[in-house]
């Protein structure tokens, strides 16, 4: 069973060891989760965040920080506390939470802008309101929607090469994730040239599952892996198998299969099914 329902911000970020919540919020069920590196003396430089924004209403988050850059851990924390502290402030004015998140996300493109350090992190938002989800996009990390059946009703685009070449038609996915490139990415909070990708509004299904990831799990497990595994049974058993299959990429060795060792973020909701 879940642990409680949550009233407060819920902020994770796993430094040494997995953080992981099961709460209930925004009308449904979720599952959180924020570990590090595997067997790595590096900081984790993901975050993650579930934010109540009323009784059916709820905010996630994860933010990676950027790789080969300073302070990738502060920018990600500095990221994600700019967020929340936009949102209460929003809350208490009754302002419209599409424009909250919008306002969001340049005062934590503006706070990691000004720790003047050159660090940058990604940052991908879900928000749910009653039976609506939209996705705001920064980045490679990735947000998805996906029915009990299997049927995907919303992914976001990766800001990198390969995902605009995926996008494009000119690689599958499978090809993307093995491809050299696959590490770059184009889009950062901490750029002056920082854009903000909104999708459009999404209508909820009973059983939907809402799947928001950092590339410790996409790097590592196919799209159609995560969906198998998410898209039916229990919240908790589905995020468990989802993170078993993760952290055995990270420490395999199979030519065959995808292996890149980083920390990992994960988020899993679900409103209930109608009766």
């Given amino acids: 069973m879940p642990e409680a329902q949550i009233i407060d911000p819920l902020l994770l970020d796993g430094a040494t060891a997995p953080d992981r919540h099961h709460v209930l919020v925004g009308g449904g069920e979720l599952l959180a989760y924020c570990a590090p590196t595997p067997d790595a003396d590096t900081e984790n430089q993901d975050a993650a965040a579930v934010i109540p924004y009323g009784p059916q209403a709820a905010v996630f988050v994860v933010a990676d920080g950027a790789g080969g850059l300073p302070a990738g851990r502060l920018a990600s924390q500095t990221a994600v506390r700019a967020l929340i502290a936009e949102l209460e402030s929003a809350s208490e004015k009754t302002i419209i939470l599409r424009t909250s998140i919008l306002d969001g996300i340049e005062a934590a493109n503006a706070a990691v802008l000004g720790l003047g350090n050159g660090s940058a992190t990604t940052f991908t938002v879900i928000t749910i309101e009653g039976l609506t989800a939209r996705a705001y996009q920064v980045g490679d990390s990735e947000a998805i929607i996906v029915g009990q059946r299997g049927i995907i009703r919303l992914q976001t685009l990766s800001h990198s090469p ?46 939907d599952t809402v799947i928001l990831a950092s590339d410790g799990l996409l790097d590592n497990v196919h799209t159609a892996e995560i969906i198998e595994r998410a898209r039916k ?11 078993a299959l993760a952290r055995r990429r990270m420490n395999g060795t199979a030519v065959e299969q995808p292996s890149k060792p980083d920390d990992l973020s994960l988020i899993l ?7």
């Fill in 162 to 207: 390969t995902g605009h070449a995926v996008e494009a038609g000119f690689l599958d996915q499978r090809e993307a994730l093995h491809h050299h490139d696959r590490h770059l990415v184009s889009n950062f909070l901490g750029s002056a040239n920082m854009r903000i990708d909104m999708g459009a509004e999404i209508g909820l299904r009973p059983r």
């Fill in 233 to 243: 049974g229990p919240l908790l058993k589905a995020a468990d198998a989802i993170i």
């Fill in 269 to 275: 909701f679900r409103k209930p099914g109608r009766p």
